[in-house]
C-alpha cells in the first residue's frame, strides 16, 4: 500500500492538526494521475520528453480530438494502480488555454473518480 503527502484543490500540501496529511489508497491513485496529467512536457530537466505535451499538441487545431485523447488517456492509463478507465471527457478552450478532464477509474483499491482543471 503507497501513502502520499496529501494536496489541496491548489496542489499545495495539506495539512490536519498541525500535521501534514496523508492519503493511501484510491485517493493517493488518484492525486498521482492528476499530477501526471498537470505536468507539462519539458518540465523536468532531466528528461525533457517526460509529461504531457498541452501546448504542443493538446492546444493546437493540428491534433486531431482522437489523438488528444489518446494522450490524455495514455497519461492516465500509465499511472501505476490504474487498472483501467471506466469513464473519461474532456474539453479544451485553446485560445484561453484551458482544459477539463473527467474520469473514473478502476485501480486496485476500487473505482476512484477526477476532475482535473478548470
Known amino acids: 500500500m503507497a501513502t502520499d503527502l496529501k494536496l489541496d484543490d491548489s496542489y499545495d500540501?495539506?495539512?490536519?492538526?498541525?500535521d501534514l496529511a496523508?492519503?493511501?489508497?484510491g485517493e493517493e491513485v488518484a492525486q498521482s494521475a492528476a499530477i501526471r496529467l498537470l505536468f507539462l512536457q519539458g518540465e523536468w530537466f532531466f528528461d525533457y520528453t517526460k509529461?504531457?505535451?498541452w501546448f504542443e499538441s493538446l492546444f493546437t487545431m493540428a491534433t486531431s480530438y482522437e489523438q488528444k485523447q489518446k494522450i490524455l488517456r495514455d497519461t492516465i492509463n500509465g499511472t501505476q494502480g490504474i487498472n483501467r478507465i471506466l469513464t473519461f471527457g474532456f474539453g479544451l478552450d485553446p485560445v484561453n488555454n484551458l482544459a477539463e478532464i473527467n474520469f473514473e477509474a478502476?485501480?486496485?483499491y476500487g473505482?476512484?473518480?477526477l476532475k482535473v482543471g478548470s
Open 111 to 113: 473505482p476512484v473518480s
Open 106 to 108: 478502476d485501480t486496485a
Open 22 to 25: 496523508l492519503i493511501t489508497e
Open 13 to 18: 500540501l495539506e495539512f490536519e492538526d498541525g
Open 51 to 53: 509529461g504531457v505535451p
